[in-house]
T-cell receptor, first 112, second 114 residues
Framework: DAKTTQPNSMESNEEEPVHLPCNHS???????IHWYRQLPSQGPEYVIHGLTSNVNNRMASLAIAEDRKSSTLILHRATLRDAAVYYCIPTNYGGSQGNLIFGKGTKLSVKP | ETGVTQSPTHLIKTRGQQVTLRCSSQSGHNTVSWYQQALGQGPQFIFQYYREEENGRGNFPPRFSGLQFPNYSSELNVNALELDDSALYLC?????????????FGEGSRLTVL
């Protein structure tokens, strides 16, 4: 299983962009990169995932390095509701899909 | 709202007792996973069920067991409770294993063992 390294915490101002980095240097060629977030007192929530190309959805963008050893989750305009713990999770669909290996994630604080 | 519901939301047990936690999967999802989340840590995978059969297990002892029913609802049973079992227990559902995509999590059941 690929190991991940994320900052313990980050701070942002409301309505500013946020770049959340993740290092996954031992990722295998078939692992997708998933991002989940967990708001206070809630279960984790899917944010985005990708394999090689950059991805965009209504919540965020995912920028994947060319060598796939790192990725960055981009929140284009942070809101107070984006304050959460963000988890970067390499996932191999060939295995048990439900087996996501969560690290400690990055706790994002958003200041008004 | 994800459509995954868990019960009870909170409960308190004493060491040595047994507990059953319940999960109702999102409509159309036939795969359910259970996770344990200790305070300040990320969730840890306990096991997954697909079509009523265990289909993957994490590093948890046999006193953690589960069931999945024909309507895809699920139970997590923990016997001989220990103090370290105090945690948030999360249920997640997904359409089909190995197909990729996202897991949908419930809000969890918070268990306190005294």
């Amino acid at each position: 299983d690929a190991k991940t390294t994320q900052p313990n915490s980050m701070e942002s101002n409301e309505e500013e962009p946020v770049h959340l980095p993740c290092n996954h240097s031992t990722i295998s060629g078939t692992d997708y990169i998933h991002w989940y977030r967990q708001l206070p007192s809630q279960g984790p929530e899917y944010v985005i995932h990708g394999l090689t190309s950059n991805v965009n959805n209504r919540m965020a963008s995912l920028a994947i390095a060319e060598d796939r050893k790192s990725s960055t989750l981009i929140l284009h305009r942070a809101t107070l509701r984006d304050a959460a713990v963000y988890y970067c999770i390499p996932t191999n669909y060939g295995g048990s899909q439900g087996n996501l290996i969560f690290g400690k994630g990055t706790k994002l604080s958003v200041k008004p | 709202e994800t459509g995954v519901t868990q019960s009870p939301t909170h409960l308190i047990k004493t060491r040595g007792q047994q507990v059953t936690l319940r999960c109702s999967s999102q409509s159309g999802h036939n795969t359910v996973s259970w996770y344990q989340q200790a305070l300040g840590q990320g969730p840890q995978f306990i096991f997954q069920y697909y079509r009523e059969e265990e289909n993957g297990r994490g590093n948890f002892p046999p006193r953690f067991s589960g069931l999945q029913f024909p309507n895809y609802s699920s139970e997590l049973n923990v016997n001989a409770l220990e103090l370290d079992d105090s945690a948030l227990y999360l249920c997640a559902s997904s359409p089909v294993p190995g197909q990729g995509g996202e897991l949908f999590f419930g809000e969890g059941s918070r268990l306190t063992v005294l």
